[in-house]
């Protein structure tokens, strides 16, 4: 299969870039998180408020790891590189692509975080949850392209360039 699967800190731009670059070359879009939401009925805030962090994160990784599409753009949550079966699966039915971008830019693009249901544990800071997950994004990208200062088409063009420079190198 051949999919682009998009990871990164919420507020990254995952689902606005991957948006654009599906349009631009010829797939389809999905995001991970609307269809948690569509499966299980409820706001993503809904079901970490009912399950937990755990409850949620099992959720999240059953569906990303069922995800079965082909040709698609895909734009994951945040906290979807906690779920090593729902990795192990976006390797091998795609190229995932790691959008970087710094501590300082994540804050000021990020509103309330519990809102948008972003999963932190009790007492944890936004600022411990960026440095737990970056070694994780970077452990499974096989593309990083650094978002910090781009608009949305500048990055969308950046994810275009990074990904056929990893298809030539992958050759």
Do not use: W
Request: include cysteine.
């Amino acid at each position: 299969m051949d999919n682009i699967i998009l990871i990164g800190m919420p507020g990254c731009g995952k689902s606005t870039i991957g948006v654009v670059l599906a349009k631009v070359i010829g797939y389809e879009f999905t995001d991970s998180d609307l269809l948690i939401q569509k499966q299980e009925g409820k706001l993503l805030r809904e079901l970490i408020a009912e399950r937990g962090e755990e409850g949620f994160l099992k959720v999240e990784e059953k569906i990303n790891a069922g995800l079965q599409v082909d040709h698609h753009v895909i734009a994951t949550g945040g906290s979807v590189v906690y779920g090593k079966r729902a990795m192990q699966h976006f390797q091998e039915i795609g190229t995932i692509v790691y959008l970087k971008l710094s501590y300082p830019s994540i804050c000021n693009r990020l509103g309330n975080i519990r809102r948008r249901g972003v999963v932190l544990r009790d007492g944890q800071s936004l600022k411990d949850l960026y440095d737990e997950r970056i070694p994780l994004y970077e452990k499974y990208a096989d593309c990083i392209v650094d978002a910090e200062g781009y608009g949305v088409e500048e990055l969308m063009e950046q994810v275009v360039q990074t990904l056929e420079q990893y298809k030539e190198r992958s050759k």
